[in-house]
Protein backbone atom coordinates (compact mmCIF):
# COMPACT_ATOMS: atom_id res chain seq x y z
CA UNK A 1 0.00 0.00 0.00
CA UNK A 2 1.08 3.37 -0.83
CA UNK A 3 1.60 6.42 2.20
CA UNK A 4 -1.45 8.19 0.81
CA UNK A 5 -3.37 5.24 0.60
CA UNK A 6 -2.58 3.83 3.72
CA UNK A 7 -3.65 7.22 5.48
CA UNK A 8 -6.98 7.11 3.63
CA UNK A 9 -7.41 3.78 5.04
CA UNK A 10 -6.25 4.32 8.34
CA UNK A 11 -8.63 7.78 8.37
CA UNK A 12 -11.65 5.77 7.38
CA UNK A 13 -10.55 3.37 9.86
CA UNK A 14 -9.71 4.84 13.10
CA UNK A 15 -11.81 5.24 15.73
CA UNK A 16 -13.20 8.02 17.26
CA UNK A 17 -14.44 7.70 21.15
CA UNK A 18 -15.04 9.16 24.22
CA UNK A 19 -13.42 8.09 27.37
CA UNK A 20 -15.17 8.15 30.88
CA UNK A 21 -14.18 11.58 31.69
CA UNK A 22 -16.31 12.41 28.42
CA UNK A 23 -12.91 13.35 26.30
CA UNK A 24 -12.74 12.32 23.17
CA UNK A 25 -9.91 10.77 21.57
CA UNK A 26 -9.30 8.18 18.36
CA UNK A 27 -7.52 4.73 18.42
CA UNK A 28 -5.60 4.82 14.99
CA UNK A 29 -4.07 2.21 13.19
CA UNK A 30 -0.94 2.52 11.58
CA UNK A 31 1.46 0.51 8.90
CA UNK A 32 3.01 -1.66 11.54
CA UNK A 33 -0.42 -2.98 12.71
CA UNK A 34 -0.31 -1.42 16.12
CA UNK A 35 -2.86 1.13 17.42
CA UNK A 36 -2.32 4.22 19.42
CA UNK A 37 -4.75 6.21 21.29
CA UNK A 38 -4.60 10.21 19.66
CA UNK A 39 -6.26 12.66 22.56
CA UNK A 40 -8.22 15.47 20.74
CA UNK A 41 -8.95 18.86 21.55
CA UNK A 42 -12.36 20.03 20.68
CA UNK A 43 -13.29 22.87 22.27
CA UNK A 44 -12.44 24.74 19.02
CA UNK A 45 -14.19 24.77 16.08
CA UNK A 46 -12.47 22.09 14.62
CA UNK A 47 -10.80 19.17 16.60
CA UNK A 48 -7.56 19.44 17.35
CA UNK A 49 -5.34 16.13 17.98
CA UNK A 50 -3.46 16.66 20.66
CA UNK A 51 -1.05 13.23 22.37
CA UNK A 52 -0.81 10.44 21.23
CA UNK A 53 0.61 7.23 23.39
CA UNK A 54 3.41 6.14 20.77
CA UNK A 55 6.83 6.39 21.68
CA UNK A 56 7.33 9.09 18.60
CA UNK A 57 5.08 11.55 19.68
CA UNK A 58 7.41 11.54 22.66
CA UNK A 59 9.94 12.28 21.00
CA UNK A 60 9.19 14.88 17.85
CA UNK A 61 6.04 15.87 19.89
CA UNK A 62 4.33 14.87 16.34
CA UNK A 63 3.45 11.31 14.61
CA UNK A 64 1.91 9.56 12.09
CA UNK A 65 -1.45 9.05 14.18
CA UNK A 66 -1.79 12.34 15.09
CA UNK A 67 -1.68 13.65 11.53
CA UNK A 68 -4.11 11.18 10.40
CA UNK A 69 -6.85 12.40 12.95
CA UNK A 70 -5.74 16.22 11.68
CA UNK A 71 -6.48 15.31 8.18
CA UNK A 72 -9.26 13.80 9.38
CA UNK A 73 -10.92 16.35 10.87
CA UNK A 74 -9.76 19.23 8.46
CA UNK A 75 -11.65 16.96 5.86
CA UNK A 76 -14.31 16.55 7.47
CA UNK A 77 -14.44 20.36 8.52
CA UNK A 78 -13.93 21.16 5.19
CA UNK A 79 -16.51 20.37 3.74
CA UNK A 80 -18.72 21.54 6.57
CA UNK A 81 -17.41 25.03 6.05
CA UNK A 82 -17.82 24.80 2.24
CA UNK A 83 -21.24 23.68 2.75
CA UNK A 84 -21.38 26.29 5.37
CA UNK A 85 -20.59 28.59 2.43
CA UNK A 86 -22.52 27.22 0.07
CA UNK A 87 -25.66 27.62 2.04
CA UNK A 88 -24.37 31.38 3.08
CA UNK A 89 -24.19 32.24 -0.83
CA UNK A 90 -27.87 30.76 -1.64
CA UNK A 91 -28.88 32.82 0.57
CA UNK A 92 -27.25 36.01 -0.36
CA UNK A 93 -28.73 34.91 -4.21
CA UNK A 94 -31.90 34.54 -3.16
CA UNK A 95 -32.01 37.40 -1.26
CA UNK A 96 -30.81 39.62 -3.94
CA UNK A 97 -33.40 38.14 -5.94
CA UNK A 98 -36.14 38.98 -3.53
CA UNK A 99 -34.55 42.44 -3.97
CA UNK A 100 -34.42 42.56 -7.65
CA UNK A 101 -37.82 41.07 -7.94
CA UNK A 102 -38.95 43.71 -5.21
CA UNK A 103 -37.74 46.60 -7.48
CA UNK A 104 -38.90 45.15 -10.68
CA UNK A 105 -42.52 45.19 -9.06
CA UNK A 106 -42.48 48.39 -7.78
CA UNK A 107 -40.52 49.90 -10.48
CA UNK A 108 -43.54 48.34 -13.16
CA UNK A 109 -46.32 49.06 -10.66
CA UNK A 110 -44.70 52.76 -11.16
CA UNK A 111 -44.28 52.35 -15.10
CA UNK A 112 -48.01 51.68 -14.94
CA UNK A 113 -49.26 54.43 -12.74
CA UNK A 114 -47.06 56.36 -15.28
CA UNK A 115 -48.59 54.58 -17.90
CA UNK A 116 -51.94 54.82 -17.03
CA UNK A 117 -51.91 58.97 -16.42
CA UNK A 118 -49.52 59.33 -19.86
CA UNK A 119 -52.31 57.00 -21.28
CA UNK A 120 -55.49 58.24 -20.41
CA UNK A 121 -55.46 61.41 -18.97
CA UNK A 122 -54.10 62.72 -22.84
CA UNK A 123 -56.70 61.23 -24.24
CA UNK A 124 -59.03 62.00 -21.85
CA UNK A 125 -57.81 65.60 -22.27
CA UNK A 126 -58.03 65.51 -25.87
CA UNK A 127 -61.38 64.00 -26.03
CA UNK A 128 -62.53 66.28 -24.05
CA UNK A 129 -61.24 69.22 -25.98
CA UNK A 130 -62.95 67.42 -29.06
CA UNK A 131 -66.06 67.01 -26.96
CA UNK A 132 -65.88 70.21 -26.42
ZN1 LIG B 1 1.37 8.43 17.50
Redesign the pocket.
Known amino acids: MTQVSFCKWAQSHMIVDMTDDNELFAQVPDQTGEW ?1 K ?1 SIDESGTVPVPTH ?1 T ?1 R ?2 KNAGT ?4 QIVSRFYNRIYKSNIAKAEAKQEQKQEAQSAVREAQLIVKRSSIELAAQKRAGSLPRNQGFSILRR
Do not use: I
Open positions: HVCCAHCFHV
